[in-house]
């Protein structure tokens, strides 16, 4: 997969790196060493448009067949409110976090609890709770 910005650009995870020293070298093939730098990773994916990467980084047991971005949807902040577990030596963990898009008709957030699993090496996305409100 090409990375989809310039590498000095500002990484749209909100990390304060750059793209290229963030979530691009995860686009491009590396592996998440967490399950936080998984789901900041997959938030820029949603955010440039990067379908084929939200499915390669999806568990094969929850993952859906395709997936279609809403074109009009622009993901435009990330903040992650609680980590646990999910570190370089677990086998799981979980990130909640709020995230901020906008379309021509709204706006609005996003707020889930996501759960990750690590098998052979790799961080997958399981699935979420979505908080309610």
């Excluded at 074109?71 to 577990?85: G, I």
């Amino acid at each position: 997969m090409t990375p989809a910005l310039d590498a000095g650009a500002r990484c749209p995870c909100l990390s304060g790196n750059p793209y290229g020293e963030c979530c691009g070298p995860l686009h491009a093939g590396a592996a998440a060493p967490t399950a936080e730098r998984l789901m900041r990773s997959r938030f820029s994916a949603f955010a440039l448009g990067l379908p084929e990467y939200l499915l390669l980084s999806w568990h094969p047991s929850t993952r859906p067949a395709s997936l279609e971005l809403d074109e009009d949807q622009r993901w435009t902040r990330l903040d992650v409110l609680d980590t646990r577990d999910g570190g370089p030596f677990d086998s799981a963990g979980q990130v909640t976090f709020r995230a901020w898009w906008r379309s021509p008709e709204d706006r609005g957030t996003l707020q889930e609890a996501s759960r990750f699993v690590r098998e052979q090496g790799r961080w997958f996305y399981v699935d979420g709770v979505v908080a309610e409100g």
